[in-house]
């Protein structure tokens, strides 16, 4: 069982910045943020592994940035130059063999 607890959202002006965190209860070797829009499907953020090697979704390319901090097992999401478009609930994810986990989820707002 995994648990996961995230931070951060709010929201925010066109062009400003927020900072998602999300703290696992045990140390996984790949997590990530997810997000879904009000009548669109979940899609992949970015992903990290415990490597450091990381994975984004196109969209936000250039304007967002994954981290992590393995010893603290937590990851962030730095989110600059934000859109309207970048409005959604951000879900934090992670898997153990077949089985996915997710946060409870946090809404981000860009609005002006």
């Known amino acids: 069982q995994v648990q996961l607890v995230e931070s951060g959202g709010g929201s925010v002006q066109p062009g400003g910045s927020l900072r998602l965190s999300c703290a696992a209860s045990r140390s996984m070797n790949r997590m990530g943020w997810y997000r879904q829009a009000p009548g669109k499907q979940r899609e992949l953020v970015a992903d990290?592994?415990?490597?450091?090697?990381?994975k984004y979704a196109d969209s936000v390319k250039g304007r967002f940035t994954i981290s992590r901090d393995n010893a603290k097992n937590t990851v962030y999401l730095q989110m600059n130059s934000l859109k309207p478009e970048d409005t959604a609930v951000y879900y934090c994810?992670?898997?153990?063999?077949?089985?996915?986990?997710w946060g409870p989820g946090t809404q981000v707002t860009v609005s002006s």
């Open positions: 994810n992670t898997q153990v063999m077949v089985r996915q986990y």
């Open positions: 990290i592994t415990s490597g450091g090697s990381t």
